[in-house]
T-cell receptor, first 116, second 114 residues
Framework: GAVVSQHPSRVICKSGTSVKIECRSLDFQATTMFWYRQFPKQSLMLMATSNEGSKATYEQGVEKDKFLINHASLTLSTLTVTSAHPEDSSFYIC????????????FGSGTQLSVL | AQSVTQPDIHITVSEGASLELRCNYS??????LFWYVQSPGQGLQLLLKYFSGDTLVQGIKGFEAEFKRSQSSFNLRKPSVHWSDAAEYFCAVGGLSNTGKLIFGQGTTLQVKP
């Protein structure tokens, strides 16, 4: 079956540093990937839609300069949390939409970010 | 406004008992409805989905859900819960035009007692 790999699974960083999270579709080409954020005991919130070869579409309230998304290839999208602060600590999860299977999303295993 | 509500934040059932997780949605267009399960340390796994047709849909792991348009509900059920079903369950709604843009409920944590 289709697999989406997300790396790293857990990262701890100092305040002010930048963190990059990778999302890879391992056995299919994903023209569209999505990035979500999940706060403890809360729902997943869509942050942005990442389209291969074009700029990401950010949801209202999400700072595009803070959360840089790059989808340079059909199998890789990256989310960079720039100048991370403790309030950015959260669980980030990506998903990829498989062409020809529009109704099905494949999710990564998520990244737990802790900013000290 | 588009939203998904899972009224139960936490549910505990005994192993072997039946289970129903509630999901209500508000969506302006024809909804696509999903249930996902998230186990600790793992990604989301699709349990089942409803697009059209039979309002009772069967999913993996013995789960089923029933779409009731009049009640704007899509409740998840399982006749007999197993200890391995303990996890976080998310209901989500998407639209015909962009099913990737899902709106998730806040999740229900299922605990299974031996």
């Amino acid at each position: 079956g289709a697999v989406v790999s997300q790396h790293p699974s857990r990262v701890i960083c100092k305040s002010g540093t930048s963190v990059k999270i990778e999302c890879r579709s391992l056995d299919f080409q994903a023209t569209t990937m999505f990035w979500y954020r999940q706060f403890p005991k809360q729902s997943l919130m869509l942050m942005a839609t990442s389209n291969e070869g074009s700029k990401a579409t950010y949801e209202q309230g999400v700072e595009k300069d803070k959360f840089l998304i790059n989808h340079a290839s059909l199998t890789l999208s990256t989310l960079t949390v720039t100048s991370a602060h403790p309030e950015d600590s959260s669980f980030y999860i990506c998903s990829a939409r498989r062409p020809g299977h529009n109704e099905k999303l494949f999710f990564g295993s998520g990244t737990q970010l802790s900013v000290l | 406004a588009q939203s998904v509500t899972q009224p139960d934040i936490h549910i505990t059932v005994s192993e072997g008992a039946s289970l129903e997780l509630r999901c209500n949605y508000s969506y302006g267009a024809t909804p696509y409805l999903f249930w996902y399960v998230q186990s600790p340390g793992q990604g989301l796994q699709l349990l089942l989905k409803y697009f059209s047709g039979d309002t009772l849909v069967q999913g993996i792991k013995g789960f089923e859900a029933e779409f009731k348009r009049s009640q704007s509900s899509f409740n998840l059920r399982k006749p007999s819960v197993h200890w391995s079903d303990a996890a976080e369950y998310f209901c989500a709604v998407g639209g015909l035009s962009n099913t990737g843009k899902l709106i998730f409920g806040q999740g229900t944590t299922l605990q299974v007692k031996p």
